[in-house]
């Protein structure tokens, strides 16, 4: 019995110690034409993450909302998307930590889309991805109001932008593979 425990111990501090992502918070708010997005997540990265980040490897992250009115007779229609996209790194000549925000993909070549920020610590640069607020995701000037509407929300670890030999690693440990999605109905209230 006290080898199963300390089983089952082992396990749950290795369990604990993995990636892991969740959606907390998802609020659309209403403001003049436009229909703006509220996200909070519940982000923590496992140990081969951090440790790939302070080798100097770049973390990406992408965050998609779509907003799609509902159809019975085809596929719903999309009448807003918008996307975000993070670049998380650690600077090892000034032991800082940069954060890339674009709302279009980052390359490795292609930052100066961006905007830039700097961190003393990992958990401050992670507060900034962890919450997306004012977030513009849709004019609704040419929204149905007489239609159903709901929001698609996806946050995910970018794996296609890692080198490609950490690719070819990360497809098979759980600690890569962050993703969460969400989706919330629109009320009568956010459309009109």
Same mark, same amino acid.
């Given at each position: 019995?006290?080898a199963?425990?300390?089983?089952?111990?082992?396990?749950?501090?290795?369990?604990?110690?993995?990636?892991?992502v !969740?959606?907390? +918070?998802l609020?659309?708010?209403?403001?003049?034409?436009?229909?703006?997005?509220?996200?909070?997540?519940?982000?923590?990265? &496992?140990?081969?993450?951090?440790?790939?980040?302070?080798?100097?490897?770049?973390?990406?992250?992408?965050? +998609?909302?779509?907003?799609?009115?509902?159809?019975?007779?085809w596929?719903?229609?999309?009448? &807003?998307?918008?996307s975000?996209?993070?670049?998380?790194?650690f600077?090892p000549?000034?032991?800082r930590?940069?954060?890339?925000?674009?709302?279009?993909?980052?390359?490795?070549?292609?930052?100066? &889309?961006?905007?830039?920020?700097?961190?003393?610590?990992?958990q !401050?640069?992670?507060?900034?991805?962890?919450?997306q607020?004012?977030?513009?995701?849709?004019?609704?000037?040419?929204?149905d109001? +007489?239609?159903?509407?709901?929001?698609?929300?996806?946050?995910?670890?970018?794996?296609?932008?890692?080198?490609?030999?950490f690719?070819?690693?990360?497809?098979?440990?759980?600690e890569?593979?962050?993703g969460?999605?969400?989706?919330?109905?629109?009320?009568?209230?956010?459309?009109?």
């Amino acid at each position: 019995a006290r080898a199963s425990l300390m089983a089952v111990l082992c396990l749950g501090s290795a369990w604990a110690q993995t990636s892991s992502v !969740e959606l907390t +918070e998802l609020m659309p708010v209403r403001k003049d034409n436009a229909l703006l997005l509220n996200a909070q997540l519940k982000l923590e990265l &496992g140990p081969a993450v951090e440790d790939a980040l302070i080798k100097g490897l770049a973390v990406h992250f992408v965050v +998609e909302a779509e907003v799609l009115r509902e159809r019975w007779y085809w596929t719903d229609k999309k009448t &807003g998307a918008a996307s975000r996209y993070y670049r998380l790194a650690f600077q090892p000549l000034t032991r800082r930590w940069r954060l890339n925000v674009s709302n279009e993909p980052i390359s490795g070549a292609g930052l100066a &889309g961006s905007i830039s920020q700097n961190f003393d610590t990992l958990q !401050e640069a992670l507060n900034v991805v962890r919450r997306q607020s004012g977030w513009k995701v849709a004019d609704m000037n040419d929204a149905d109001v +007489e239609s159903r509407q709901y929001i698609l929300y996806r946050f995910k670890l970018d794996t296609t932008q890692l080198p490609r030999p950490f690719q070819i690693a990360a497809g098979s440990q759980a600690e890569w593979s962050l993703g969460v999605s969400g989706q919330l109905r629109l009320t009568a209230d956010m459309v009109r």
